[in-house]
């Protein structure tokens, strides 16, 4: 099995910083992408920020020059920095990953349980 466990969301005021991770373990030959999502409570699910093998990298426009995702292939792990953070950003973040297991080099899509981003002052 792959689990994917995400930290470091919180409370933060308008213009705050916070800075998530994701971590992937178990069954894992290989990531081939990686992505944060996130889901306000009425609201559906969005991407926020994917990164593709080879390092292509899409954002949401709503975030473009706001955040920054970066990967960590040697540790399996996921990161987001958020930074001039706005109300609006105020969602459950999770972590996604598209990955290739040991076992029988099947490829499957997998997502963390979500950390709570709050924007308020």
């Known amino acids: 099995q792959v689990q994917l466990v995400e930290s470091g969301g919180g409370l933060v005021q308008p213009g705050g910083s916070l800075r998530l991770s994701c971590a992937a373990s178990g069954s894992i030959f290989s990531i081939n992408a990686m992505g944060w999502y996130r889901q306000a409570p009425g609201k559906e699910r969005e991407l926020v920020a994917h990164i593709f093998i080879g390092s292509s990298i899409k954002y949401a426009d709503s975030v473009k020059g706001r955040f920054t995702i970066s990967r960590d292939n040697a540790k399996n792990a996921l990161y987001l920095q958020m930074n001039s953070l706005k109300p609006e950003d105020t969602a459950v973040y999770y972590c996604?990953?598209?990955?290739?297991?040991?076992?029988?080099?099947?490829?499957?899509?997998?997502w963390g349980q979500g950390t709570q981003v709050t924007v308020s002052s």
């Open positions: 996604s990953a598209r990955v290739v297991r040991i076992a029988d080099r099947g490829i499957g899509d997998y």
